[in-house]
Nanobody, 118 residues
Framework: QVQLVESGGGLVQAGGSLRLSCTPS????????MGWYRQAPGKQRELVAT???????NYGDPVKGRFTISRDNAKNMVYLQMNSLRPEDTAVYYC????????????WGQGTQVTVSS
């Protein structure tokens, strides 16, 4: 089992910045990749960014060039630096961990709200 806790969400004006953090606990050695996803009201959950244990990153098209995902392997934390925020970035942001411990499993956090005002 892996538990994920997100933090850092809030209200920000357009053009501003926020940094989200995700702290895993439990069987953290089973984690081989982590990522951020978001879901706006009435829309499907979408990819924001992912990062592997080796540091390989992948970004969704809407956030390329504005968001940066990073990880601190010593602290087992993952961060999402969000710059040049837009009202359309408003959503609940979820942390996800891809794990392998005999079988492949995905775990999700509870989510943190990000609201960007125009």
């Amino acid at each position: 089992q892996v538990q994920l806790v997100e933090s850092g969400g809030g209200l920000v004006q357009a053009g501003g910045s926020l940094r989200l953090s995700c702290t895993p606990s439990g069987n953290i050695f089973s984690i081989y990749a982590m990522g951020w996803y978001r879901q706006a009201p009435g829309k499907q959950r979408e990819l924001v960014a992912t990062i592997t244990r080796a540091g390989t990153t992948n970004y969704g098209d809407p956030v390329k060039g504005r968001f940066t995902i990073s990880r601190d392997n010593a602290k087992n934390m993952v961060y999402l630096q969000m710059n040049s925020l837009r009202p359309e970035d408003t959503a609940v942001y979820y942390c996800k961990a891809n794990c392998f411990d005999h079988i492949t499993r995905d775990y999700w956090g509870q989510g943190t709200q990000v609201t960007v005002s125009s």
